[in-house]
């Protein structure tokens, strides 16, 4: 997320906080560099000028000159004003509203309506305890409603049938009476995308919006698509009066100018950010932590919430307890897999830690394989518990049983056993307070290739 953006952000501060003081010419430097950063990360031209004028009489000011630690404050400053770009304080979603209440859900063909409206359900479902209905309201593009209809039966989410040869607007009136019936608390709308604004799809919507009386009215935008996706967001703002924004594919987005010329450009909050396929990628926008992401300081909040998400605490308790003493098994290393599979994987952990750029471009350098853990944890669900416990006891005949019930072969076995003795030994140093710092030892990190 927003790589780019974070490698160069990062370049320039560091040196600017390795400096044991910055005089006006330096300051000046680096705002200069800062701002093709943000150019090249394609943020709006008027949003990179807005942005530079409000920090420099800040950066060049005789408090940050005489500071005895002028970088550290600089990046404060670079830091302020990023959240303020982003939008200052984050912005929930607003279901303050006698039941049955409407989310209109509207943006472009293409944008990941459908997938985002299942998302949103479920988010909402879990942390706002409510009952949802789902409707689709696209009767043009082929199989929509029958999408919507498998992706809310696969979530065990509530989606009103499918009548056909139904107008949007008779199909808005059904979901309101059904939903009045079946007592949901709210009902999201999957509107029909177009492959460009036309008046005649403005139209429509706004009809829609007239009988569904929604108390967000929301724009899936593809962050992908950079300044068109700004574009799109003022164009339907201006139609039918947004309330809120939700960018996807935000974890393919390596520029990062969507998200931040979004709020200054539109002043519609960013509510939300779809940041992968699975029904659970889809995050709160929060400006400070993307701030934070963004200069390389990672999210140890979201990483904690991620974790949390599917901790099992007797199951944490007693792997804390095995690190304390020393010992780590196959067990232990099971259960660490499939902690790292929800949270996105090696890259999705890396992504929130702070001070890991050299880690992240160490793996990126050696080409470890992600699909590795999925063979790993093939291979450990193939062992007996006495293996997993003491895998020293895995003979040529145990390897042989292993790998016909992981369906990998030998190697891939001894690559792992080999990783694992590995991991033993660095989780002892780590019960000793001897871990590693900054780096993965060479040998583990050719074990993960």
Do not use: W
Not at 67 to 79: A, D, N
Not at 257 to 277: D, R
């Amino acid at each position: 997320m927003f790589e780019n953006l974070t490698n160069k952000l990062e370049g320039i501060l560091s040196k600017l906080k390795k400096a044991p003081s910055l005089n006006e010419t330096q300051v000046e430097t680096g705002l200069k560099e800062i701002r093709e950063a943000l150019l090249a990360a394609d943020v709006s031209l008027a949003v990179v000028k807005k942005f530079i004028e409000d920090i420099k009489p800040k950066a060049i000011g005789q408090e940050i000159i005489r500071s005895t630690s002028p970088g550290q404050m600089l990046v404060k400053i670079v830091y302020d004003q990023l959240v303020q770009v982003l939008g200052g304080k984050g912005e929930e979603l607003n279901l303050k509203a006698v039941p049955p209440a409407s989310i209109l859900l509207v943006g472009l063909q293409g944008s990941g309506k459908t997938t985002t409206a299942v998302k949103l359900a479920k988010n909402i479902e879990k942390n706002y305890k409510k009952k949802i209905l789902l409707a689709s309201l696209d009767v043009y593009r082929p199989a929509a409603q029958e999408q919507l209809k498998i992706l809310c039966e696969k979530n065990n989410l509530n989606v009103l049938p499918i009548i056909k040869d139904q107008y949007p607007i008779d199909i808005t009136k059904r979901a309101k009476n059904a939903a009045s019936l079946s007592g949901a608390d709210i009902i999201i709308y999957d509107t029909a995308g177009r492959t460009q604004i036309d008046l005649n799809m403005m139209t429509e919507i706004k009809n829609i919006k007239a009988e569904a009386l929604p108390i967000e009215t929301i724009l899936v935008a593809d962050s992908l698509t950079g300044q068109i996706a700004v574009k799109l967001a003022s164009e339907f703002d201006k139609a039918i009066d947004l309330t809120s924004i939700i960018l996807t594919r935000v974890d393919g987005d390596g520029r990062g100018g969507a998200a931040l010329s979004m709020k200054q450009t539109t002043g519609k909050p960013i509510k939300f950010i779809g940041v992968g396929e699975n029904i659970n990628d889809f995050e709160t926008f929060h400006p400070d932590r993307l701030a934070n992401r963004i200069l390389g300081m990672g999210d140890i909040v979201s990483l904690v919430e991620k974790a949390s998400q599917d901790l099992d605490e007797e199951k944490m308790k007693a792997a804390e307890e095995n690190l304390k003493k020393g010992t780590f098994t196959f067990d232990d290393y099971l259960m660490q897999i499939r902690q790292m599979k929800k949270m996105g994987g090696m890259e999705g952990v890396l992504s929130l830690l702070p001070g890991v750029g050299k880690v992240k471009e160490q793996m990126q350098n050696a080409n470890v394989d992600e699909k590795l853990l999925t063979a790993n944890e093939a291979i450990i669900l193939s062992m007996t518990k006495k293996e997993r416990q003491n895998p020293d006891i895995i003979s040529g005949s145990r390897r042989k049983r292993i790998c016909l019930g992981s369906g990998t072969d030998p190697q891939t076995i001894n690559r792992l056993l080999k990783q694992f003795k590995m991991m033993s030994k660095m989780m002892k140093k780590m019960s000793k307070g001897k871990a590693p710092k900054g780096q993965i030892p060479d040998e583990l990190l050719n074990n993960l290739k």
